[in-house]
């Protein structure tokens, strides 16, 4: 009756073994193969085009003056600058925006100067959009009594 015990158990331990072995080779054969690539990583607008615009600063009397130069894409593009007070008085974003005036143009980036004033507080914040897309605004501030050199910036 031992024996035969014995006989019985390595039967059932034997077959749970093949089933085992049957299972790991069907999932090795019916799993999909998956080339491996790597995730595409979404790009924002805001980050594809880094723009900063650096400008000189000054503010007096409750008036800021903002100037400074930018390059815009050809000779023929036009470049508008406006401020527009935002968020009940505490933001001010300054719109940089480019209009192409003229069919054929040389393809030549070109500097052309700006100069924005607006009335606002001393501490308000101060942003600023290339043709709607965010940019970085780099302002270096005059000390008091220092003037912009707004004929460098402002074509006479």
Not at 80 to 93: H, I, K, P, R
Request: charged share 20%; aromatic share 6%.
């Amino acid at each position: 009756m031992n024996y035969r015990l014995n006989t019985r158990a390595l039967l059932i331990v034997g077959v749970l073994v093949l089933i085992a072995i049957g299972l790991f080779a069907y999932t090795l054969v019916s799993a999909p193969t998956q080339e491996t690539q790597p995730p595409e990583v979404e790009t924002p607008a805001a980050v594809v085009e880094e723009r900063l615009i650096t400008a000189q600063h000054k503010f007096e009397a409750g008036i800021h003056e903002i100037a400074g130069m930018v390059d815009v894409p050809s000779p023929c593009h036009t470049l508008v600058a406006e401020s527009f007070l935002l968020e009940n008085d505490t933001v001010v974003e300054v719109r940089f925006s480019t209009l192409l005036e003229g069919e054929e143009c040389p393809q030549q980036i070109d500097e052309v100067p700006f100069h924005v004033t607006f009335e606002a507080d001393e501490g308000v914040a101060i942003q600023a959009t290339w043709n709607g897309t965010p940019v970085r605004l780099n302002l270096v501030p005059l000390a008091p009594g220092e003037e912009l050199d707004v004929e460098l910036y402002i074509k006479g």
